[in-house]
C-alpha cells in the first residue's frame, strides 16, 4: 500500500470514529438496559411477574375486555407478547367499515393490557425508564431522523471497522501469533486487543451490517 492510501485510511478510519464516538456509545448503553426492560418496568410498578406462557394466555377474554370500552368489528387487531411482562400492547387498525362507527375507531389505537385483569393503558400512560431506554436504542426521541441516524451510525461503524482492518492489518497478524502471557502486563493487554479483535471481527462486521439494514427496512416500514 502506497503512503498516500495509508493515510487516506488512516485519517478516514480516525475522522469516522470520532464522529459517531458519542451516538455510538449511546446505542450501545441504552442497547444494554434494553435488554433487561420487562425487568425494569417490573420493577417500576412494584409487582412481580406470573411468567405466563404466551400460548396460555386467554385471548378471549381479553378480546372482550377490549370490546367494552372499543369498537373492534371490521379492524385488526394485532398483540406484541413480548417475553416476561404481565402487560402485554395491542395494536388495532382504524375499522375498514367506516359507516356509522365511533370516533375512535377511525384511527389506529395502541395500548397496553394487562393479560390477567384486562385493564388497559394508553402507551403513554405505560411510558417509563425501561421503555425509554428502548426507544432511545433507536434514537427515536428525534423525530422523523432518528431511526434513520441510528443505522448511519451503524454503517459508519462498519466503514470504521473496514478502514481500521486496513490500517492495522499487518499489526494484527504479527501481533496475533506473538501473544505471549509471559510477557509485562501492558504488552499483554496491547496484544490481547489486537487477538481479540481478530476473533471478533466476523461477528462485528455482521452485527453492523444487520443492524443497519433492519433499522432502513424499520424506517421504511413506518413511512410506508
Known amino acids: ?30 442497547g444494554a438496559f434494553a435488554l433487561f426492560k420487562d425487568e425494569i418496568e ?24 377490549l370490546s367494552e370500552n372499543y369498537h373492534l368489528t371490521s379492524r385488526d387487531i394485532r398483540f406484541y407478547l413480548g417475553h416476561k411482562s404481565d402487560e402485554i400492547y395491542v395494536l388495532t387498525s382504524p375499522a375498514k367499515d367506516t359507516l356509522n362507527i365511533p370516533e375512535e375507531a377511525k384511527y389506529q389505537n395502541y395500548q397496553s393490557i394487562n393479560i390477567h385483569t384486562g385493564k388497559t393503558a394508553t402507551y403513554t400512560e405505560k411510558y417509563g425508564l425501561g421503555e425509554f431506554l428502548y426507544r432511545l436504542h433507536f434514537f427515536t426521541q428525534i423525530p422523523t ?28 497478524i504479527s501481533n496475533f501469533y506473538q501473544f505471549n502471557p509471559k510477557n509485562i502486563l501492558k504488552k499483554v493487554w496491547n496484544r490481547c486487543s489486537y487477538s481479540s479483535w481478530s476473533y ?10 444487520y443492524w443497519g439494514l433492519l433499522l432502513s427496512k424499520y424506517s421504511c416500514f413506518n413511512s410506508c
Not at 44 to 61: C, L, T, V
Not at 200 to 209: A, D, K, N, P, Q
Open 1 to 30: 500500500m502506497s503512503q498516500r492510501n495509508y493515510n487516506v485510511f488512516f485519517n478516514t478510519h480516525t475522522v469516522s470514529g470520532i464522529v459517531i464516538s458519542v451516538a455510538l456509545y449511546i446505542i450501545f448503553f441504552a
Open 200 to 209: 471478533r471481527l466476523t461477528f462485528s462486521i455482521y452485527v453492523r451490517c
Open 145 to 172: 431522523i432518528g431511526v434513520y441516524l441510528a443505522g448511519f451510525v451503524s454503517f459508519f461503524f462498519l466503514f470504521a471497522i473496514v478502514t481500521g482492518v486496513i490500517v492495522h492489518w499487518k499489526k494484527i
Open 42 to 65: 417490573a420493577w417500576e410498578n412494584g409487582k412481580h411477574s406470573q411468567n405466563i406462557a404466551r400460548e396460555q394466555i386467554n385471548y378471549d377474554f381479553l378480546l372482550k375486555k
